[in-house]
């Protein structure tokens, strides 16, 4: 089975950037999608096929995928982006999988 | 703008199904695959697997044996039921929209807690 692997916390401080990883093996072969939770909200898709920013997601948030690693990273960091971030690919082996979450702090 | 909304008695008896309903508003249900997806209270996201609108499905591996989905294009809705459950399935459970191949989630309901429990 495929196996998304995520840091479980990552803190940073406002105005700073964040990154958050998602390990997978050869995952630049995949497609990678981000979603971004906040406290008792459903998850909201802030990244799509790598790179891609849905509308309405602020262009401080990118994402690169490469090797066996994808990453989102949040340039200029505020305190509403403090949430769970979820990476998700659709792999042969597993159909959908998620990584286990990080929770980003602004510190 | 389309919107989903599941629906769930709460609370359901260890050995007993669990019954949800995803009703889509404000669109068609055609063309699109919909998703499950759970929760468990403080933990990740688990995918529990989709219907196509013509019924077709695709189910977790982990699930397969107890899990089963179904599809109302009439009244725009669509279902999931999980038998034999145990406290293992309490979670926030999620529906969700997909489309063909990789293509993410881009829209999902607001989620419902199923707390299984004697």
């Known amino acids: 089975s495929y196996v998304l692997t995520q840091p479980p916390s990552v803190s940073v401080a406002p105005g700073r950037t964040a990154r958050i990883s998602c390990g997978g093996n050869?995952?630049?072969?995949?497609?990678v999608h981000w979603y971004q939770q906040k406290p008792g909200q459903a998850p909201l898709l802030v990244i799509y096929?790598?790179?891609d920013r849905p509308s309405g997601v602020p262009e401080r948030f990118s994402g690169s995928n490469s090797g066996n690693t994808a990453t989102l990273t949040i340039s200029r960091v505020e305190a509403g982006d403090e949430a769970d971030y979820y990476c998700q690919v659709w792999h042969s082996s597993t159909d959908w999988v998620f990584g286990g979450g990080t929770k980003l702090t602004v510190l | 703008q389309m919107q989903l909304q599941e629906s769930s008695p709460g609370l359901v008896k260890p050995s007993e199904t669990l019954s949800l309903t995803c009703n889509v508003s404000?669109?068609?249900?055609?063309?699109?695959?919909w998703n499950w997806i759970r929760q468990p209270p403080g933990k990740g996201l688990e995918w529990l697997g989709y219907i196509y609108y013509s019924g077709s499905t695709n189910y977790s591996p982990s699930l397969k044996s107890r899990i089963t989905m179904a599809v109302d294009t009439s009244k725009n809705l669509f279902s999931l039921s999980l038998t034999s459950v145990t406290t293992s399935d309490t979670a926030f459970y999620y529906c969700?929209?997909?489309?063909?191949?990789?293509?993410?989630?881009?829209?999902w309901g607001q989620g419902t807690l199923v707390t299984v429990s004697s």
């Open positions: 050869n995952i630049g072969d995949e497609s």
């Open positions: 404000g669109g068609s249900i055609s063309g699109f695959y």
């Open positions: 096929y790598d790179t």
């Open positions: 969700a929209r997909g489309r063909a191949g990789t293509y993410p989630f881009d829209l």
